[in-house]
């Protein structure tokens, strides 16, 4: 993301789903941005459920990557949406707290975006709201210079 941290809300979402749209990886995860709001950092990203996300062709259940994978674009959306620029990981935790199945929503909060890092946590819940996954990242904020 480019633009200034005072982009208002509407347009954060706006941006934050044009700047998901560049990432190739994400062409093949479909992550949808539902919710952004650049004031508070808060940000909801929705996963729908693909074959190719199972841990086994024989369960339902989605493999702990891509539950990660989720985690890293939203809690990497709560620090961008704030800070306006892109904020490479630095580090990634995460608990898993119960078998996720069916579409997956993110809710990511930034807790913190200072000059050099920001950090957000986030709650996965499936289709019936349960927490499946709670994540917590750090990023840097350090100003990224973007490759074409």
Avoid at 19 to 29: I, T, V
Avoid at 89 to 116: E, H, N
């Amino acid at each position: 993301m480019s633009a200034a941290a005072t982009t208002p809300a509407g347009q954060g979402l706006a941006q934050l789903r044009r700047e998901m749209a560049r990432a190739p990886y994400h062409a093949f995860l479909e992550p949808e941005a539902l919710t952004a709001d650049s004031a508070t950092g808060l940000v909801t990203i929705g996963l729908k459920a693909k074959p190719e996300f199972r841990r086994a062709y024989d369960s339902e259940d989605w493999h702990g990557g891509v539950i990660a994978a989720l985690i890293d674009i939203t809690a990497h959306a709560a620090v961008a949406v704030v800070t306006g620029d892109v904020a490479p990981t630095i580090d990634l935790r995460i608990d898993y707290v119960s078998a996720a199945s069916g579409d997956l929503i993110a809710t990511g909060t930034m807790i913190k975006a200072g000059r050099s890092i920001g950090r957000s946590d986030v709650a996965v819940r499936d289709a019936k709201n349960k927490i499946v996954a709670l994540g917590r990242g750090t990023f840097s904020t350090l100003s990224t210079p973007r490759q074409s």
